[in-house]
C-alpha cells in the first residue's frame, strides 16, 4: 500500500510513503516483507517511516492487487453473505464493462 499526502488548502510538498507490512506477535508488532494483510473485514495494520506532517492533508491510497484479495479474503471469514453481495455487484458490473468495451471495440 502507498500513502500520497497533499497539502489541503495549500500544496508546498507532496509526501509519498509506503506502508510495510507487519505482524503482531506477543503483544508487539514486528515489520516484514511483502504487502499489507488485512487482520479484519475492515482494518489493516502497517508501518510508515519518516512521517512528520502538521495541518489538513488529502490522502490518496493506492493498493496493490493481493492487498485487496487479502481485504476480501478476511471479509469472507467475517461475514460470507456481504462478501457474496459485494462480489455478485463487482461481477455484475466487471460484466457490463466488458460488454460495453467489446461493443465500442467493434463499432
Known amino acids: 500500500m502507498k500513502l500520497q499526502f497533499r497539502g489541503w488548502?495549500?500544496?508546498v510538498t507532496v509526501h509519498q510513503h509506503d506502508v510495510a507490512k507487519v505482524v503482531r506477535k506477543g503483544g508487539l508488532?514486528?515489520?516484514q516483507k511483502g504487502v499489507v494483510e488485512w487482520?479484519?473485514?475492515m482494518s489493516a495494520s502497517g508501518k510508515v517511516e519518516k512521517l512528520s506532517l502538521n495541518g489538513a492533508f488529502l490522502v490518496d491510497f493506492t493498493f496493490e492487487e493481493e492487498e485487496l484479495r487479502n481485504w476480501l479474503k478476511a471479509l469472507v471469514e467475517a461475514d460470507p453473505a456481504a462478501a457474496l453481495r459485494l462480489s455478485s455487484e463487482a461481477q455484475a458490473a466487471a460484466i457490463i464493462a466488458l460488454s460495453t468495451a467489446t461493443v465500442k471495440a467493434v463499432s
Open 29 to 31: 508488532y514486528h515489520e
Open 39 to 41: 487482520h479484519g473485514p
Open 9 to 11: 488548502n495549500r500544496e
